[in-house]
């Protein structure tokens, strides 16, 4: 990268360098002073018993070891994490490339509260492993096994966390029609094809749901649990492999009361953004094909509706703000690969505005949004 010493993009260049020096702190803070309990049973969990919900990680980790130190949570997530960032400095140079225009757009999107720091934040919990396969999506080749690649990250996402339905995978699909469909013939046996594959994630969805209960009595499901972790297993733990939909809602909506107040924090958080919101909305309007627009918009709705969703069955909303916010910049970046009328030579953000640099070091400075309540 080349940012010299132009004087107007130094700003952009040490909120950069502010967002990466809070991460090592929220890392250390997750070690030292936070208690993995429910990060640490997806580690524990496997298919012991039959089919289960969000057993997948826990399952391969078996493979590995039949017994699992607690500081793997932090080791997995730090590598997880680390691959995240990769394929996101991957996507963004392909996509727009490293030059001083470019700084504050990446200043406001990678440094941005929602992203990264979030993500560090939230370490060890399954919500990137989506955004993992949606970069991968951005960056891997358009080929023959484009789809089936992308259709298979959706199922072990789903084998994750059936939730994932909802939280990256509309994301995927978007960026997988941007890059399949929209930029080459879309052929009825192509679109035949994307179909089938969008059954069978949903097959598999519909059994992890329905069917991905622990069908053993608990005593004999956490005394397994126990049998492969270091330190004592929480028996409060089992909440989240013997619940079903109808339990997520009812627990979710007792304590609506408590959470909806807390709601215009988060519209505030996205308010900040407005500069990267401005230049979305202009990206939209600039595509060279009416159809574009049109798909572009109905699939921002679409990711959004699937979060309103996810806001009425589970509560952790803190996360599912911020996750709709990390889907929001993986389509601005895969809107911008369609084709568009708007100058390339331009700064997405213009860098020498007050608002801009004042919003933007206010989202450089706030360290993280939370895995539950804002901050």
């Known amino acids: 990268m080349s940012y010299a010493n132009n004087a107007l993009y130094r700003p952009w260049w040490a909120m950069i360098i502010v967002s990466a020096a809070i991460i090592p702190f929220l890392f250390f803070y997750k070690l030292y002073f936070h208690d993995p309990v429910i990060e640490y049973g997806h580690l524990l969990v496997t298919y012991h018993f039959g089919f289960a919900k969000r057993a997948l990680i826990g399952a391969v980790v078996s493979l590995f070891a039949s017994s699992v130190p607690i500081i793997s949570v932090y080791v997995i997530g730090l590598v997880v994490w680390l691959i995240a960032l990769s394929l996101f400095i991957f996507a963004f140079k392909s996509i727009f490339g490293f030059s001083e225009k470019n700084l504050p757009l990446l200043a406001l999107t990678a440094g941005s509260p929602f992203f990264f720091k979030n993500f560090m934040f939230s370490i060890g919990y399954f919500d990137i492993y989506g955004c993992i396969v949606a970069l991968a999506a951005l960056v891997l080749p358009v080929r023959g096994f484009y789809q089936l690649l992308l259709a298979a990250g959706c199922v072990i996402l789903i084998l994750i966390h059936p939730i994932h339905l909802l ?25 035949g094809y994307g179909l089938i594959l969008a059954a069978v994630i949903s097959i598999v969805f519909i ?16 005394a397994y649990m126990q049998s492969r972790a270091t330190v004592p297993v929480d028996p409060h733990l ?33 308010a900040l953004h407005l500069p990267v919101i401005r230049y979305f909305k202009a990206l939209v309007q600039a595509l060279a094909k009416p159809l574009h627009k049109r798909i572009v918009l109905l699939s921002v709705s679409t990711i959004s509706i699937g979060y309103v969703i996810i ?45 801009n640099l004042t919003l933007g070091w206010i989202l450089a400075l706030i360290p993280k949004v939370g895995v539950t309540k804002p901050f």
């Open 167 to 191: 939280l990256y995978c509309p994301v995927i699909a978007f960026i997988v029609f941007v890059r399949y469909y929209c930029v080459s013939d879309s052929s009825a046996l192509r679109i």
């Open 311 to 355: 806001g009425a069955i589970l509560f952790d909303y803190s996360r599912w703000f911020s996750n709709w916010a990390v889907c929001m910049f993986l389509a601005m970046l895969a809107t911008r690969l369609l084709p568009s009328t708007l100058e390339s030579s331009a700064p997405p953000i213009a860098p020498d505005t007050r608002q």
């Open 238 to 270: 089992s909440y989240l492999w013997y619940s079903t939909i109808s339990d997520e809602i009812e627990r979710t909506w007792a304590f609506m009361g408590n959470n909806a107040p807390r709601f215009p924090i988060f519209a505030i958080l996205i």
């Open 207 to 222: 059994a992890s749901v329905f069917y991905g209960q622990i069908s053993v009595p608990r005593e004999t499901w956490l």
